[in-house]
């Protein structure tokens, strides 16, 4: 597709379960993001990808959040042993730009997932 | 600590007339601003950007003025039209990978 592409688009998980959230970024493109959005709240920083290197991830909120982009293109964002807090959007964005969100970064249409 | 502030959860404004959206910063090490827009149940659409070296920026109806002394920012839309209601997110970086996002400011235009 031509766009950034996130599955599943919901996911309701109980609470201690694990879930996995993928990313298809755009093809080509160097640059991953995934930020966090809570409810009512702007999106958040988790950890930031070029090409298969994690160069930041210092937003993730504990060691129960794990993130990879093993060949450099697909990315899962893991959550381990869910928690209420966890509840929110996972937004995952891409650029073909090295460096911070920019005019060529987009976005995808998020990961709704509900921790009951 | 919130360090990109969109102090006005709402604004309305009539179809036709100019909306203001404000936003404030306290870092000052930031030196690239963008605004978004956001409908639900998509994610967030770039707007517009600008860097530290400049006081303006302007795209179409969108216009972005920046304040380095105030650590202000304000997204002005002239003309308003109802396809522009939507969840609008100031956003800020300045080294490094990560942008902070304002709260958002949900903007009603009304026909």
């Known amino acids: 597709g031509a766009g950034v592409s996130q599955s599943p688009r919901y996911k309701v998980a109980k609470r201690g379960q694990d879930v996995a959230l993928r990313c298809d970024p755009i093809s080509g493109h160097v640059s991953l993001f995934w930020y966090q959005q809570a409810l009512g709240q702007g999106p958040e920083f988790l950890t930031y990808f070029q090409n298969e290197a994690q160069l930041d991830k210092s937003g993730l909120p504990s060691d129960r959040f794990f993130a990879e982009r093993p060949e450099g293109s697909v990315s899962t964002l893991k959550i381990q042993r869910t928690q209420q807090e966890d509840s929110a959007v996972y937004l995952c964005?891409?650029?073909?730009?090295?460096?911070?969100?920019?005019?060529?970064?987009?976005f995808g249409q998020g990961t709704r997932l509900t921790v009951v | 600590d919130q360090q990109v502030k969109q102090n006005s959860p709402s604004l309305s404004v009539q179809e036709g007339r100019i909306s203001i959206l404000n936003c404030d910063y306290t870092n000052s090490m930031f030196d690239y601003f963008l605004w978004y827009k956001k409908y639900p149940a998509e994610g967030p659409t770039f707007l517009i950007s600008?860097?530290?070296?400049?006081d303006k920026n302007e795209d179409g109806r969108f216009t972005v003025f920046l304040n380095k002394s105030a650590k202000h920012l304000s997204l002005h839309i002239v003309p308003s039209q109802p396809g522009d209601s939507a969840v609008y997110f100031c956003a800020a970086s300045g080294g490094g990978f990560k942008t902070i996002f304002g709260a958002g400011t949900r903007l009603f235009v009304k026909a």
């Open positions: 964005a891409s650029s073909y730009i090295s460096g911070t969100l920019n005019t060529e970064a987009f």
């Open positions: 600008i860097s530290s070296i400049k």
